[in-house]
């Protein structure tokens, strides 16, 4: 089907498949019911599904991402972020925010100071040494505010004693006011995070919500619905 833009009819497809015709005739039929095909006017076209399975990975992969963590941002009542770590740089691919729950505003690239705020320490914090100092070395520490990781020495400390099975906690390093939690997420290959922000005076909210984060991404991953791999 791909190979006819327009559509075609259904001897013409079972002829170039080398199928009888009857077969031809049942797979088209299953296919529309699927929404894979559609016809109109005495020709099969793509549908709606077929289209998606033909679209890129990433963006398919990104839509998957992008409708949980919405999801989770009307569980939740929080701001929820997704980022991975890829070719050396923090990239942050999905924010799911509301009005009544603003996401961190960007001030200073979420790439260059993956140091200061709770996703770029949780990915740093899977990388490996040498990927630390290298990363470090492209993006030196720098304060941000007065509670930000002074220098490398301390954040590497920081990041030897992170606990895979603990969220990744940071307290006003990024923005004055905002605290957020991040997780890990294991997705094949892929060094991942997700993670959660409050508002200073509702730090109380922050574990809980995390917690049923990590609960809710734990069964979608045993599930296989979940995928950021990109």
Same mark, same amino acid.
């Not at 992170?162 to 997420?185: K, M, S």
């Given at each position: 089907?791909?190979?006819?833009?327009?559509?075609?009819?259904?001897?013409?497809?079972?002829?170039?498949?080398?199928?009888?015709?009857?077969?031809?005739?049942?797979?088209?039929?299953? /296919?529309?019911?699927?929404?894979?095909?559609?016809?109109?006017?005495?020709?099969?076209?793509?549908?709606?599904?077929?289209?998606?399975?033909?679209?890129?990975?990433?963006?398919?992969?990104?839509?998957?991402?992008?409708?949980?963590?919405?999801?989770?941002?009307?569980?939740?009542?929080?701001?929820? @972020?997704?980022?991975? @770590?890829?070719?050396?740089?923090?990239?942050? *691919?999905?924010?799911?925010?509301? =009005?009544?729950?603003?996401?961190?505003?960007?001030?200073?690239?979420?790439?260059?100071?993956?140091?200061?705020?709770?996703?770029?320490?949780?990915?740093?914090?899977?990388?490996?040494?040498?990927?630390?100092?290298?990363?470090?070395?492209?993006?030196?520490?720098? =304060?941000?505010?007065?509670?930000?990781?002074?220098?490398?020495?301390?954040? /590497?400390?920081?990041?030897?004693?992170?606990?895979?099975?603990?969220?990744? *906690?940071?307290?006003?390093?990024?923005?004055?006011?905002?605290?957020?939690?991040?997780?890990?997420?294991?997705?094949?290959?892929?060094?991942?995070?997700?993670?959660?922000?409050?508002?200073?005076?509702?730090?109380?909210? /922050?574990?809980?919500?995390?917690?049923?984060?990590?609960?809710?991404?734990?069964? /979608?991953?045993?599930?296989?619905?979940?995928? *950021?791999? *990109?």
């Amino acid at each position: 089907m791909g190979a006819h833009r327009h559509g075609a009819p259904a001897k013409q497809l079972a002829r170039e498949a080398g199928l009888p015709l009857p077969t031809a005739y049942h797979l088209l039929r299953t /296919l529309a019911h699927e929404g894979y095909l559609r016809r109109e006017n005495g020709v099969f076209l793509l549908g709606a599904a077929a289209e998606n399975l033909t679209a890129a990975p990433g963006v398919r992969n990104r839509s998957l991402v992008t409708d949980s963590l919405a999801q989770w941002r009307d569980a939740f009542g929080v701001p929820v @972020y997704c980022a991975v @770590y890829r070719e050396g740089e923090i990239e942050l *691919i999905a924010v799911a925010d509301a =009005p009544d729950a603003p996401a961190v505003d960007e001030w200073a690239s979420f790439r260059e100071t993956g140091h200061a705020h709770a996703i770029g320490q949780c990915l740093l914090g899977q990388l490996d040494e040498a990927g630390r100092e290298d990363h470090l070395d492209r993006h030196p520490v720098r =304060p941000l505010t007065r509670y930000s990781v002074r220098d490398r020495a301390t954040l /590497l400390e920081r990041l030897r004693t992170l606990r895979r099975d603990e969220p990744v *906690i940071e307290r006003q390093e990024y923005t004055l006011g905002t605290v957020c939690a991040a997780i890990p997420i294991t997705a094949g290959a892929t060094i991942a995070s997700m993670a959660i922000s409050v508002p200073l005076e509702r730090e109380e909210r /922050l574990l809980p919500a995390v917690e049923q984060l990590r609960g809710e991404v734990a069964s /979608l991953l045993r599930s296989f619905v979940f995928s *950021i791999s *990109i």
